[in-house]
Structure formats: C-alpha cells, structure tokens
C-alpha cells in the first residue's frame, strides 16, 4: 500500500532527521551506529528514534499508526521504529523478511517514509511478489541466495514524503547509495495492538538475540539479522543508561 506525508509533515521530518543525525555517538542508548564508507565514517542507524524525539514520536503515533491500521483493519501498536540512514557511498541490505527480525511477534506491517529521493540509484528498496510463507535462510539469517535469485523483485523508488506499508512476509532488500546524496528512511514496525506486543517487549529482546548472535559467530550487527552489507563502525564503549543528546 502506497500513501504519504503532507508536504509541512515531510518539511518538518527533513528537519528532525537532520538533528538526529548530529547526535553524538554512543548518547542513544537503543544504537546511533556508523559504517565504514570510501568517505569515512558515516552514521547509518538510529533505532527507537521516537522515545527521545518528540516530533517523530508525533508522526509515529498519529499519521502512521493510522496508515497501519488500514492495513490490520484493526489497532495497532508500534513496537520499534529507525532510521536509515544510506550516505554516499552507504551499503545496502541482504533479502531479508521482517518477520524473522522481529522475535516474539506474528504479525507485523513496517511502513517505510523517504525523507530523501530514493531512486535505483541511492539505493532504494526492492520488494519480492507473491510470497506468503517464511523462506530458508542462511547462516547469517538473510534469504538464501539460490532462493532470492528466484523471486521476482521490483523496486520502489519514492519522492520525500512518500510511505509504503509491507508485512513482514514481504522479501526485501537495498542496494549501496551510488549517488551523491543521502539517502534517508524512518521505518516504523506495527503489530495489532491486540497481540499487546510492546516496545520493552521488542527492544529486550533484541538486545538478548542480538548478543547470543554476536558471541556465536563473532559478527557484530546492527539489527537481530545479520543482513547489512557494510562495514560497522564499532562504537568506542556501550551507551549510557539514558539518552545523552540534547
């Protein structure tokens, strides 16, 4: 499903988005992460932006909550939100299903927002049809590749502003940013609020998988998959207890 922000909304994201992006790393303590790019370092993650941002929290709550329950035809709770943030020379994700990335929930829509143009130049999402079962993955959680070469992909380029809802059976996945520009996202992830499926529910769970996964394979990750095709940036220590920007 496609729908949008009004242009005041999108004015004011781009604003928001911009001073996230100027928060010091390791002052969120849900995960402000960078990547290694041929510029140098450059942030790629905010996650749970909205418990510190009042002004997303807004559009998570009100717009985009309402775009998630045409979808569910019923309430629906956010459980965890991010942005994306793919600078030049920023890498893509590996196909993945949400589904797998969010434990302890069935049922999930994420909707997606541009904050910048997202073309098949800066990188932008790539959705697999007529897929409605869980599909085999690899080790590192990703739709195994002999599988993914058999779907069939389009992509979904966007202006500012622009939102598309998906479940979490959808097959997705990004390339790298090849234009000059940034290329900027704020994803959303809801569930029928009457599966009472929480942020606290979300993120403690995702700190746990997140830290069994990486003490198994050595692999430091950005999200419970390992499905982000760039080089982390590893933080010099753990962020604070409470969120220290301004």
Known sequence: MRAGLASDETAALRDWVAAVETWPAGSHVWGHYAEQTAHGPAI?????????HGGIASLVAGPLTALAEDHFGAPALAFKDKLNYKQPG??????HQDVLA???VTDVVSILVAVDECSTTSGCLWLAADVDA????????VVRS????ALSWAPVEMAPGDAICFGGLVPHYSEANRSDAPRRVLVVSYAPAAEAYTRDDYYGARRRVMAEASARDGRWRISTLADFDGTEVAPAGPAGGECGHP
Not at 134 to 141: A, H, I, K, Q
């Open 134 to 141: 869980v599909l085999p993955t690899d080790e590192r959680g």
């Open 90 to 95: 920023g890498a893509g994700f590996s196909p």
């Open 44 to 52: 790629c993650r905010t996650e749970n932006v909205s418990v510190c």
């Open 146 to 149: 002999d599988i993914a070469e």
């Open 102 to 104: 969010y434990p302890g």
